[in-house]
């Protein structure tokens, strides 16, 4: 089968920086995304990795090893605005896309 | 704003309506998605277009039945919906080949009674 495994809730400080994992079992490999969804609203592009290795955009960053079936986004200088569902998704090939649950990600004052 | 519309925000509909969802897309792209997403799961793809061409019908009742009249239109047909068919549908689309940056509409809150 496949299979995407990112944790549900994550609590962290504003300031601060958060790591959030996902793991994948998927019969191909395109692609990995991640996306940013507030309450209520689109899912919107944060990042795509394809190759090993680390890709950075600002204050986000993303991590593929792929022989690990492992990714991780990383975000710093957390700010309140960061509080929302972040999802990981895999192309495991054309027009085909494999969603996590997402991670609900709280930042505190 | 993502560039992709859907219409209406919210619908309530009982189990014997019929009722369409719309998504209009502003970015010259040419596949267009349909997903479910459910409280606790993760999103479901439901049907995928590529250049009006049905590619992908990933096992969906028949009483949901899309219809893609032209690239930047894509609608999702509903009749005889159960109550576990309440979630939000979101509508997508992306470039053309697939396994691309997808971008998603703010979706349709859909409530069965």
């Known amino acids: 089968g496949q299979n995407i495994d990112q944790p549900t809730e994550m609590t962290a400080t504003e300031g601060a920086i958060v790591q959030i994992n996902c793991t994948y079992q998927t019969s191909g490999f395109n692609g990995l995304f991640w996306y940013q969804q507030h309450a209520g609203e689109a899912p919107t592009f944060l990042s795509y990795?394809?190759?090993?290795g680390l890709e950075e955009k600002g204050r986000f960053s993303s991590f593929l090893s792929r022989s690990k079936g492992y990714s991780y986004l990383l975000l710093k200088e957390l700010q309140m605005k960061d509080s929302a569902s972040y999802l990981c998704a895999v192309t495991p090939g054309t027009y085909k896309y494999i969603f996590g649950t997402g991670t609900r990600l709280k930042v505190l004052a | 704003e993502t560039g992709v519309t859907q219409t209406p925000r919210h619908l309530v509909m009982g189990m014997t309506n019929k009722k369409s969802l719309k998504c209009e897309q502003h970015l010259g792209h040419n596949a267009m998605y349909w997903y479910k997403q459910s409280a606790k799961k993760p999103l479901e793809l439901m049907f995928v277009?590529?250049?009006?061409?049905?590619?992908e019908n990933n096992s969906v009742p028949s009483r949901f039945s899309p219809e893609c009249p032209n690239s930047s239109h894509l609608f999702l047909h509903l009749h005889t919906l159960q109550p576990e068919d309440s979630a939000l549908y979101l509508c997508?689309?992306?470039?053309?080949?697939?396994?691309?940056?997808?971008?998603f509409g703010p979706g349709t809150r859909l409530l069965v009674l």
């Open positions: 997508a689309s992306s470039q053309d080949r697939g396994g691309e940056t997808q971008y």
């Open positions: 990795n394809v190759l090993d």
């Open positions: 277009y590529n250049f009006k061409e049905q590619t």
